[in-house]
């Protein structure tokens, strides 16, 4: 009922789905864990699924504007097209590891200080 009354256009699908990712904007490291959350925020819920090609695209330009993820997005350019590490799955799972990195290492030096 919630999702109905949210709804938008049905006729759309996937390109409209397209549309509203390509809106989702890296604004800069220190911004990084917002920029997942409006990326996966604007990917749920989707009534026709967008191939992975077309998400790493997408992923792919914003995370190149990181210098935090410089090396991570230079693995995924060394790769040829088939390989693991040239994926949106990769280039997903990469933020989302150096997020936590982040958070560990921010939680050590909030506990080295008390």
């Not at 749920?44 to 090396?71: I, M, N, Y």
């Amino acid at each position: 009922m919630v999702y109905e009354h949210f709804a938008t256009n049905e006729k759309l699908g996937a390109l409209y789905s397209v549309f509203d990712i390509s809106k989702v904007v890296l604004k800069g490291d220190s911004h990084l864990e917002s920029f997942l959350h409006n990326w996966n925020h604007a990917i749920t819920g989707w009534k026709e699924p967008v191939p992975d090609h077309v998400l790493e695209e997408f992923f792919l330009k914003q995370v190149e504007k990181s210098a935090c993820l410089r090396v991570e997005v230079e693995r995924y350019n060394r790769q040829q097209e088939g390989h693991a590490d040239k994926s949106f799955r990769f280039l997903h799972q990469s933020v989302e590891r150096y997020l936590e990195r982040s958070r560990k290492e921010k939680n050590r030096d909030q506990m080295a200080k008390a």
